[in-house]
């Protein structure tokens, strides 16, 4: 197999970084398996250890792509989600399609806080239940959309703005899932074409975000085995604890 070839299935040559990607998508999808949360946190949180944070971020869009329409697919009364939610879904579409297609103009920095910020978050909220003191009207809808977008284009991690509000709404867990399932895709689009323009996508990247796709499958699996087997509470809290370190660890670099 000559170098090109490699190249364009491989992240990079070296072992070592190649066997710390695949086990970072594996565990991501376990984590995403087990408790139905947390994927792009979980790898972004890892991935920035080893790689910068736009080939991160490039590198997770086939796998948040494919595990939400998976989610929102198995949804009940969609139609209803759709027509109930449409204007969070236009707010993220536009604002994270703005913020990527400049993805390269940021700051490293820039992007490195904010993708510790969506995770910490991400975390408070779970582990402690933040909410958003937010009302039914649709303007609160767009505010906390385009929020969620400028965050999303800058780091993947557009759901706590997402979670928040729909945990503050009060939503019943079935709609919630498909809620989250709907919004979560609604800016998966925007983020592949914003990273497309930007130069970040191309049809190297997209193969090894498909191989990355593939360990995080085969790690959602793993985690849907283990959520019978292993207490979900400590398994949720010592990862949500996880997130809260590597997100401030994240934050700290940014600023020193």
């Known amino acids: 197999m000559n170098d090109l070839t490699l190249s364009a299935f491989l992240p990079t040559l070296d072992p070592l970084l190649v066997a710390s990607v695949a086990g970072i998508f594996l565990f991501a999808g376990v984590v995403k398996g087990f408790l139905g949360i947390g994927l792009p946190a979980a790898a972004m949180g890892l991935l920035t250890l080893i790689l910068p944070p736009t080939e991160a971020i ?37 604002s994270i399609f703005i913020t990527s297609i400049f993805i390269n103009d940021y700051p490293t920095s820039l992007l490195t806080i904010a993708i510790g910020v969506a995770m910490v978050i991400f975390s408070l909220n779970l582990l402690f239940g933040v909410t958003l003191p937010v009302g039914p009207g649709p303007g609160w809808q767009v505010g906390v959309g385009v929020v969620s977008g400028i965050l999303g284009g800058l780091s993947s991690i557009w759901s706590p703005p997402v979670a928040m509000y729909l945990i503050a709404r009060n939503v019943p867990k079935d709609t919630f899932i498909g809620a ?77």
């Open 180 to 256: 989250t399932g709907f919004l979560f895709l609604a800016g998966c689009f925007p983020l592949g074409a914003g990273l497309v323009i930007s130069g970040l996508i191309t049809g190297t990247v997209l193969v090894k975000s498909l191989i990355g796709l593939a360990f995080t499958l085969a790690g959602f699996r793993i985690g849907e085995i283990m959520r019978n087997r292993v207490s979900q509470s400590h398994f949720r809290n010592i990862v949500l604890v996880a997130f809260l370190i590597m997100g401030g660890r994240l934050i700290a670099v940014g600023l020193f």
């Open 58 to 94: 490039s590198l997770l869009w086939l796998p948040i792509l494919f595990s939400n329409m998976f989610q929102f697919g198995r949804a009940r009364g969609k139609a209803e989600i759709v027509q109930t939610y449409k204007w969070f879904a236009v707010a993220i579409f536009i």
